[in-house]
């Protein structure tokens, strides 16, 4: 649960899935078992996977606009579900490290590790799309090279955010930082917040 470097091959394995069928409505064959870190995660980057490319199709300046609304609505219940799963890691982050007392001078990071893992998820899409684009055969050598130059960077940003989660989880093992887990309060999903909801008739 506390190597970093697993999780990225986790991602990787969930987006090569993915790519066997590429396909929205493919339906998830997540291959760990039920109930585990590991299968919470490939299930995440999965949910991340399929919602890069219905941002994609939305995209398609010739789509219907009903089914743009369809898509529209799939992408926020995707969003929904992806925060949901992001609380659910950050859960599993505190359970095992419930037993665990902060130093005195223990200090609270920036985000949560689960958050943290989010852009990790993220990345590992960003990289794989991007080096689609390098292996294009019908791009232009400006093209290929502009996106190797940011292949090179989202590589680099992927080991250093690696590094970072991994630090920030010793840190949390060793008492020098605590968590908090704020949850989302999203009030635009919900009926009781989002004043074009509760004030219809």
Not at 67 to 78: C, E, G, P, Y
Not at 85 to 99: A, C, G, L, Q
Not at 121 to 139: F, G, P, T
Request: charged content about 25%; glycine content about 0%; hydrophobic content about 35%.
């Amino acid at each position: 649960m506390t190597d970093i470097k697993h999780y990225n091959s986790i991602f990787n394995q969930a987006i090569n899935d993915y790519h066997h069928y590429d396909n929205v409505d493919q339906p998830i064959n997540n291959p760990f078992p039920a109930d585990t870190f590991d299968n919470l995660l490939y299930h995440k980057c999965w949910v991340d996977t399929v919602q890069w490319h219905l941002e994609d199709i939305i995209r398609d300046p010739h789509i219907d606009p009903l089914t743009a609304l369809k898509i529209k609505r799939r992408i926020d219940q995707s969003n929904q579900v992806r925060t949901d799963m992001v609380e659910d890691i950050d859960t599993s982050y505190r359970n095992f490290y419930k037993d665990v007392k902060p130093l005195p001078t223990a200090t609270i990071n920036t985000e949560s590790p689960a958050w943290a893992v989010d852009r990790l998820s993220i990345l590992a899409l960003k990289i794989y799309h991007m080096q689609e684009q390098v292996q294009r055969n019908d791009a232009t050598a400006q093209h290929i090279e502009k996106c190797q130059a940011k292949l090179d960077i989202l590589q680099q940003q992927q080991e250093d955010l690696t590094l970072a989660i991994q630090q920030l989880l010793n840190d949390i093992e060793k008492g020098n930082k605590y968590m908090k887990v704020y949850r989302q309060m999203k009030m635009y999903n919900d009926p009781e917040t989002n004043p074009v909801l509760y004030k219809k008739d």
